[in-house]
Structure formats: structure tokens, C-alpha cells
């Protein structure tokens, strides 16, 4: 079984057991978390293929880390005007391991 779901932006394919890492979601390491936006889930009575949610499917995750990915440069210039800016950013992800996922 696995399902199609939706969470910061982006779209995963997860099945029961795996590990995810997603954008960053609010949440102590070791809690629950349950993702709504489901688009597709693949199981025993076949596909069922959300237009554009899957109603009543959920599926649930437990949060094993939350992290900063390395970090990036972002250089701005100007030429000619001596204008440089060098900026940094780190973006947080959580990373998740799928628990279950259940449909109505």
C-alpha cells in the first residue's frame, strides 16, 4: 500500500515504514503527526485517486528529527557601483517515519 501526500509544497510517494524528510513541520522529536492532504492512495480495493484530496485518507507519521540543511550563499553585485551583499540561508526539514496510512 502506499499513498501520494502533499506537505509544504511538495509531493512524496510513502509507504507504511518509510523514512521522509519534508519540509519543516511544527513538532517535538518522538511525537506524532498526521498529513491530511492526501492525492492518491494505492491499497486493496485498488486506486483511488483524489480530485484533487482523497476524502477521509490520512496518514500518520512520527517524527524521528528536525534539522537545517547545509548551508547556501546568495551573492548580489552590481557592477561598476562597489555594491556587493553576500547573505546565507539554511532551510529546516523534519524528518519523518510513516506509521500508518488509512482510508475511509
Given at each position: ?41 494505492h491499497g486493496e480495493k485498488g486506486l483511488e485517486i483524489g ?13 524521528i528529527g528536525q534539522g537545517r540543511t547545509r548551508s547556501i ?32
Amino acid at each position: 500500500m502506499y499513498a501520494i501526500i502533499e506537505t509544504g509544497g511538495k509531493q512524496y510517494r510513502v509507504e507504511t515504514g518509510a523514512l521522509v524528510q519534508v519540509e519543516s513541520l511544527p513538532g517535538e522529536v518522538g511525537g506524532t503527526v498526521e498529513l491530511g492532504q492526501v492525492r492518491l492512495v494505492h491499497g486493496e480495493k485498488g486506486l483511488e485517486i483524489g480530485q484533487p484530496l482523497v476524502k477521509g485518507a490520512t496518514v500518520k507519521a512520527e517524527i524521528i528529527g528536525q534539522g537545517r540543511t547545509r548551508s547556501i550563499t546568495i551573492f548580489k553585485k552590481q557592477r561598476r557601483k562597489n555594491y556587493r551583499r553576500t547573505n546565507g540561508h539554511r532551510q529546516g526539514f523534519t524528518r519523518l517515519r510513516i506509521t500508518g496510512i488509512e482510508t475511509a
